[in-house]
Nanobody, 125 residues
Framework: QVQLVESGGGLVQPGGSLRLSCAAS????????MAWYRQAPGKQRELVAS???????NYADSAKGRFTISNNNAKNTVYLQMNSVQPEDTAVYYC???????????????????WGQGTLVTVSS
């Protein structure tokens, strides 16, 4: 079974920093893209940042200059370093990945998209 496990959420003061981590586990042979999305109360889920296995990154305008996404392909892990956080960054942050998964017979199967369970980030004084 393939899954994403997030960690690092919590309460942080405005102007502070927080680092989120997400690790993919299971019979994986590749992670083509990993990303962070967020969903604030009453709002739609939105992309925060994404990174390909080759290191190409993409950021939402709200994240540019403050957040940094990085990955460790060997560990199938993605990180989101959040600096200068503001109350409007309060949301549930979800990890997303497009993963290449082995079949039960051990062959390389199709890629599938997987979501984490979400981790709450609250920015408040």
């Amino acid at each position: 079974q393939v899954q994403l496990v997030e960690s690092g959420g919590g309460l942080v003061q405005p102007g502070g920093s927080l680092r989120l981590s997400c690790a993919a586990s299971g019979n994986i042979f590749s992670t083509s893209v990993m990303a962070w999305y967020r969903q604030a109360p009453g709002k739609q889920r939105e992309l925060v940042a994404s990174i390909t296995s080759g290191g190409t990154t993409n950021y939402a305008d709200s994240a540019k200059g403050r957040f940094t996404i990085s990955n460790n392909n060997a560990k199938n892990t993605v990180y989101l370093q959040m600096n200068s956080v503001q109350p409007e960054d309060t949301a549930v942050y979800y990890c997303f990945a497009n993963l290449g998964v082995y079949t039960p017979s051990g062959l390389r199967g199709n890629f599938r998209t997987v979501w984490g369970q979400g981790t709450l980030v609250t920015v408040s004084s």
